[in-house]
C-alpha cells in the first residue's frame, strides 16, 4: 500500500495553472500549434450567430454534432502541413485548449511503494511517449497494439484537444461494453475490439455520419442490410447497440477471414475490403504501416489514420491515469440491463411508459431503434419485442391489461401528396397537428415532404362527442407534444407539399422601353413552348432565343416553370390566358364590376398561402378582398380577386 503521507505531499504540491507545467514534447511528425494558431483557436467568446435550418424528417442528434466537430478537430491536429480552417476554428473556440498534464507525480517514482503498485499492473504517469515500452502492457490486450509515431500523436490528440469528447465516450464505454465485448467474443473475435465502436461513434447509438452511416458501429444502409439489421419505417436496427454489435462481429470476422491481419480488417471496415486487398497484393505485404506510409497513394487520410487512432483509444481507455486523466473526470454510466415483453400492436410510447411506470426517455433509450413515438404493427402471432427498465416488467404487463382501448391510440400511415398541409392531414384522420409531429419525432414543419411517410395517431372509437373517452388519449398526445417543445403553425402559414421553393414567374412581368424598344420580361408557366410564347406575342420562335441568347439545346432548360425571357413584340401583349390551373393574369368578370383587380382560380394543391406568394400580397389581404373566414375548405376553381380594388 502506497504512503498516505506522501500522496498527501505529492498532491499538494502539484501546480496550480498558472505555473502548471507544459505538454511533453510531441512525438515526430506531431502538428504543434504556434502562437498565432493559438490566438486563431482562442478567438472570441462569442458564439457565431445560428443560421436557421431546413425542415428534416428526423431531428440531429447532439451526439453526431458532437462526433463531426471532434473529427475537424483531428484534422487540424494531426494534418502536419493544414492550417485550421474557419469552419475548424469555429468548433476549436467552443472547446479552449486543453489542460496541461500534471507531471509532479513523476517525482514520486522514486519511492518504492510506487515501484510495487507498478508491478501489480498500474502504471505511473507516463510523459515520454516516444520511449514508452508498450510491451509492458501488451498482454493486457487480446488485440494487437503497438506505439506508433501516429498511436503517440493521436494519445496526445485525446490528452489534448480531443480531451472533451474522450471523457464523453469513457463515460458512455461503461454502458456498452458489458454486452457488446460478449457478443464479440461469442463470435471469436478479441473482445477489445470493441474500441473500434469507441472511434466511430463514442458509443453513441444516434450517432449519424455525412456518409449516412448510424448506430454505434456506424452501418451504412447496404452493409447493415447485408448483415441482417432491418430497416424501414419504424425501425432502425443499425441504432441497436445489440444487433448491431452482432452484425459488425459477423462483418469483422469475415474481414479478418478475408485480408488476414486485425489492422487490415479494421482498416476495410473504414474503406472497404477490396481497396485493402488490391494495396496488399500490389505491395506483397500485410504490414498496415507499409501500406500506409504516405507514400504510398491507395489509402485516403482518414484509413491511414483509423488503425493508429483505435489503438490509443483502447490504450488510454485501459490505463486512463497512466495517460494524464483523473478518475474523478469521469462520471460512467451504469451498465446497459432491461427487461423485454412482448408487444402485439402498434402502442404508443407514452402508454407503455405509464403502464411501466418508468419516464417514456428511460424507453426510449433502451429501445433507439424505434423511428417513431411508437412501437412497429405487430400481432400475437408475430409480437414485437420492447425493452424496458430492469424489474418493471411484472408491472407493465398488469397494468397494461387494465388500459381499456379507447384509452389508447391506433395509427394509420400517410404519405404526402402534393397539396398536403399538416393540418389538412389531421382533419382528414380526426387527428392532431401536435400529435402527428410528436409521433414522427418532430418539432415543427412548415412543409411536407413529397412521397415522404407519417405516423398518424388516431383515436380508438374515433366519432365520440367532445371531452369523451375516445379523445382522451388524443388529449394527452397533444399535451405531450406542446410540453416538449412541438408548435404548429396557423393553417394560413403552412406551405402545401410540392410548392416550388423559388420564386414562380407569371406570365408577362413587367413592361419596359430599352433602347427606345419595348420589352416584355416574361415568366415560363407550366406548358409553354416557345412556339406558343411566340404566338401569344406575335413574333418569331427563332427571335426570342436570339434575344435571350439560346441555343438548340439550352432552350429547354431555359422553359422551365420559373425561367425568365426577354420578348420584343412588335404589337402589345395579348391577354394572359388560364392554362390547366396556372397562374392567369386577367380582369375581373363582370361579377366583380366596381371592384377592379386581378382574378386567380384556385387550382388543384393551392392554398391561400402560395397564392399570396405569387401574386406578391399577403394572405390576409386577399382574405379581406375575397371576405374569407375559413381558409382550410377552399373548393377548387374558386376564383380570388388578387389584387386591391
Given at each position: ?122 502504471l505511473a504517469l507516463i510523459t515520454d511517449l516516444a520511449s514508452f515500452d508498450v510491451s509492458r502492457i501488451q498482454g493486457k490486450y487480446d488485440i494487437p497494439v ?314 380508438n372509437g374515433r366519432g365520440g362527442g367532445e371531452g369523451s373517452g375516445q379523445n382522451s388519449a388524443l388529449a394527452r398526445k397533444v399535451a405531450q407534444a406542446r ?163
Open positions: 500500500m502506497p504512503h498516505f503521507s506522501l500522496l498527501l505531499l505529492v498532491l499538494t504540491s502539484v501546480p496550480t495553472s498558472k505555473d502548471a507545467l507544459t505538454m511533453p514534447p510531441a512525438p515526430p511528425g506531431m502538428r504543434v500549434l504556434g502562437t498565432e494558431d493559438k490566438q486563431l483557436l482562442l478567438g472570441s467568446a462569442e458564439e457565431p450567430e445560428a443560421t436557421p435550418e431546413e425542415d428534416s424528417a428526423e431531428e440531429v442528434e447532439p451526439e453526431s454534432t458532437e462526433l463531426e466537430e471532434m473529427r475537424a478537430l483531428e484534422g487540424a491536429t494531426l494534418d502536419p502541413g493544414a492550417r485550421p480552417n474557419a469552419e475548424v476554428l469555429q468548433s476549436l473556440r467552443r472547446l479552449g485548449l486543453a489542460n496541461p498534464l500534471r507531471q509532479r507525480m513523476l517525482d514520486a517514482l522514486e519511492e518504492p511503494t510506487f515501484r510495487e503498485d507498478e508491478a501489480e499492473g498500474e503497438e506505439m506508433q509515431p501516429l498511436v503517440a500523436q493521436y494519445i496526445q490528440f485525446f490528452q489534448g484537444p480531443g480531451r472533451k469528447w474522450f471523457r464523453k465516450w469513457m463515460e458512455r464505454s461503461t454502458r456498452y461494453l458489458p454486452v457488446m465485448q460478449p457478443i464479440l467474443e461469442a463470435n471469436g473475435l478479441p473482445r477489445d475490439t470493441v474500441y473500434l465502436a469507441m472511434i466511430e461513434s463514442g458509443f453513441s447509438t444516434n450517432a449519424y455520419s455525412w456518409a449516412h452511416a448510424s448506430g454505434p458501429w456506424q452501418f451504412i444502409a447496404s452493409t447493415g442490410r447485408q448483415y441482417g439489421l432491418h430497416q424501414d419505417f419504424w425501425v432502425d436496427e443499425r441504432r441497436d447497440p445489440i444487433k448491431a454489435t452482432k452484425a459488425a462481429a459477423r462483418y469483422l470476422k469475415d474481414l479478418h477471414n478475408e485480408l488476414g491481419h486485425w489492422y487490415l480488417a479494421w482498416a476495410g471496415y473504414n474503406t472497404g475490403s477490396g481497396r485493402v486487398r488490391r494495396l496488399v497484393e500490389r505491395l506483397g505485404t500485410k504490414d498496415f504501416w507499409v501500406i500506409s506510409a504516405p507514400e504510398e497513394k491507395g489509402l485516403a487520410l482518414e484509413t491511414r489514420h483509423y488503425v493508429p487512432k483505435l489503438i490509443a483509444a483502447a490504450l488510454i481507455s485501459k490505463h486512463p491515469t497512466a495517460f494524464g486523466f483523473d478518475e474523478k473526470d469521469f462520471a460512467y454510466e451504469p451498465p446497459l440491463s432491461f427487461d423485454e415483453v412482448k408487444i402485439n400492436d402498434a402502442t404508443d410510447l407514452d402508454v407503455i411508459a405509464r403502464a411501466a411506470g418508468v419516464d417514456v426517455k428511460e424507453v426510449q433509450e433502451l429501445n433507439p431503434e424505434l423511428r417513431r413515438w411508437c412501437t412497429p404493427p405487430a400481432s400475437a402471432k408475430n409480437p414485437y419485442t420492447l425493452r424496458l427498465p430492469k424489474g418493471s416488467a411484472e408491472r407493465f404487463a398488469e397494468n397494461f391489461a387494465r388500459i381499456a382501448p379507447k384509452e389508447r391510440l391506433t395509427f394509420r400511415v400517410h404519405k404526402v401528396k402534393k397539396g398536403d398541409t399538416l393540418s389538412q392531414i389531421a382533419l382528414k384522420y380526426g387527428s392532431a397537428a401536435e400529435a402527428i409531429l410528436q409521433m414522427n419525432r418532430l418539432k415543427s414543419v412548415k412543409t411536407l415532404r413529397l412521397n415522404a411517410e407519417l405516423v398518424i395517431p388516431v383515436p410540453s416538449s417543445g412541438v408548435t404548429v403553425l396557423r393553417p394560413e402559414d403552412e406551405v402545401p407539399a410540392g410548392t416550388p421553393r423559388g420564386p414562380v414567374a407569371t406570365g408577362p412581368i413587367k413592361t419596359e422601353v430599352i433602347n427606345g424598344r419595348k420589352r416584355v420580361t416574361y415568366g415560363v408557366q407550366s406548358g409553354d413552348s416557345l412556339w406558343a410564347i411566340a404566338q401569344r406575342f406575335q413574333v418569331n420562335a427563332e427571335d426570342i432565343r436570339k434575344w435571350n441568347n439560346l441555343s438548340a439545346r439550352t432552350s429547354k432548360r431555359a422553359l422551365k416553370v420559373g425561367s425568365v425571357l426577354y420578348v420584343y413584340p412588335d404589337n402589345a401583349p395579348k391577354q394572359v390566358e388560364e392554362r390547366a390551373g396556372t397562374v392567369i393574369a386577367q380582369r375581373a368578370p363582370a361579377g366583380n364590376a366596381g371592384r377592379p383587380g386581378t382574378v386567380h382560380e384556385l387550382a388543384a394543391g393551392e392554398s391561400i398561402w402560395s397564392v399570396a406568394q405569387r401574386y406578391g400580397v399577403t394572405v390576409e389581404d386577399i382574405k379581406r378582398w375575397n371576405n374569407i373566414k375559413d381558409t382550410t375548405r377552399l373548393p377548387t376553381g374558386l376564383r380570388l380577386v388578387v389584387k386591391a380594388p
